[in-house]
């Protein structure tokens, strides 16, 4: 917590609602008091960052993927050469991802220009519940931001906190059957993660394990994105 208490209520607010939330679930979650979640939700509402589905349930708003997709120039236009280099250096394709809500962005990526190659374009909205980018934007965040999705995801809350010790994560056919993957965090000068730097590409090249052979390259690859 930052210490900003509305700032910090605001946010385990936002993460509650990240599969929908009524008021009473709101308040369960939060363990906030009632007028306390009703009224930041309705503030939340009136900027955007939630919305009400058709069952009066607060979800994620549209303001929350306007901030995710305003990724810093400088970040994207650094990524460019680095994926490249990654993509050579491993031989795979490579993405640079954001989170998005309950969703990863792919706003940056290289692909082979041959050969069997898993192809995620930019644009791309992938689940928060699968692969290793989703579990580098996980492990690092806090519990109540984390713990609505574990019940549907691939991977645990042990799983995060393996990712967290060694610093990269590794899923296969996790999120696609036949496909494998390797992740490392990006993170900015106050060392908060904000995006995932991976890649990817079939299992039948990659191994079962393929963070042994590719972790590092990857690891470093996001350490010179880093602090940008």
Known sequence: MSGVGVLDKAVVILSACVD????????ERTKLPRATAHRLA??????????RDAQGRWRPGPRLGEFANAAPDVL??????????????TGESAQLYLRRAD????????????????????????????GSAA????????????????????????????VRRRGWAQSV????????????PVRDRTGRV??????????????????????????????RLSGL
């Open 20 to 27: 929908g939330a009524s008021l009473a679930e709101l308040v």
């Open 42 to 51: 309705q503030a939340l509402e009136i900027h955007r960052m939630l919305v």
């Open 76 to 89: 994207l236009t650094a990524a460019e050469p680095m994926l490249a280099a990654l993509r050579d250096n």
């Open 103 to 130: 969703e990863r962005l792919c706003v940056a990526a290289a692909e082979r220009s041959s050969g069997l190659r898993d192809t995620v374009p930019i644009g791309s909205a992938l689940p928060m519940t699968a």
């Open 135 to 162: 579990q580098v934007l996980l492990a690092w965040e806090p519990p109540e931001a984390v713990m609505p999705l574990l019940p549907r995801s691939k991977f645990t809350g042990r799983t995060l906190a393996e």
């Open 173 to 184: 056919a996790e999120r696609e059957a036949g496909v494998a993957s390797v992740s490392a």
């Open 194 to 223: 904000i995006a995932a730097i991976s890649i990817s590409g079939p299992i039948e090249r990659l191994g079962r394990r393929p963070g042994d052979r590719h972790a590092m390259a990857v690891v470093r690859a996001g350490q």
